[in-house]
Antibody
């Protein structure tokens, strides 16, 4: 069974850089699948942030691209997200999920999410 | 950027049938947009339901099905149960960029 678990700082100040990690079990980061980040501001809908595979190929949401970096740590089987210059608008629950590609494009397994609050 | 539109809210009676739709501002939704549907209940992570128009996951209830309807992706729930009350999100693929719809709040009443 594939499981994903996210964690991060919980609270950070405006202009700081958010760093989140997603630990994957039950699947290898080195395999054919991609790994994605999605966020959800309080009381609002889902927003796709971006995705990456183990080779370093990435796709990003154009509206966030200038501030986002997604990376993988093959030795730890983890995926990371960095979001720079955060503001209150970046307050959200952040989820990681597995992406199946190659003739199909779908998310299947999701983490439980990690809450991030940006506050001075 | 492309906008994906869903009904903000729908209400259905227990045992009834309801169809949720997902429209793209860039034109008709096609198989190349690889529609995905997710269910989210309060305090929980989204759960994948349908992908690639009408493919289900092993955990997807048989009363749920997907289709293309009038240029939109559609999710139909038949024989609705109280536990189907939730928010439902569609996700469309645009050649490397993915866009979620705003979500539909489904009330079972």
């Amino acid at each position: 069974q594939v499981q994903l678990r996210e964690w991060g700082p919980g609270v950070l100040k405006p202009s700081e850089t958010l760093s989140l990690t997603c630990a994957v079990s039950g699947d290898s980061i080195k395999g054919p699948n991609w790994w994605t980040w999605v966020r959800q501001p309080p009381g609002k809908g889902l927003e796709w942030i971006g995705e990456m595979n183990h080779s370093g190929d990435t796709n990003y949401n154009p509206s966030l691209k200038s501030r986002v970096t997604i990376s993988v740590d093959r030795s730890k089987n983890q995926v990371s997200l960095k979001l720079s210059s955060v503001t209150a608008a970046d307050t959200a629950i952040y989820y990681c999920a597995r992406v199946i590609r190659g003739g199909a494009e779908f998310f299947d397994y999701w983490g439980q999410g990690t809450q991030v609050a940006v506050s001075s | 950027q492309t906008v994906v539109t869903q009904e903000p809210s729908l209400t259905v009676s227990p045992g009834g049938t309801v169809t949720l739709t997902c429209a793209s501002s860039s034109g008709a939704v096609t198989s190349g947009n690889y529609p995905n549907w997710f269910q989210q209940k309060p305090g929980q992570a989204p759960r994948a339901l349908i992908y690639g128009i009408n493919n289900t996951h092993s955990w997807t209830p048989a009363r749920l099905s997907g289709s293309l309807l009038g240029g939109k992706a559609a999710l139909t729930l038949s024989g609705v149960l109280p536990e189907d009350e939730a928010d439902y999100y569609c996700l469309l693929y645009y050649g490397g960029v993915r866009v979620f719809g705003g979500g539909t709040k489904l009330t079972v009443l």
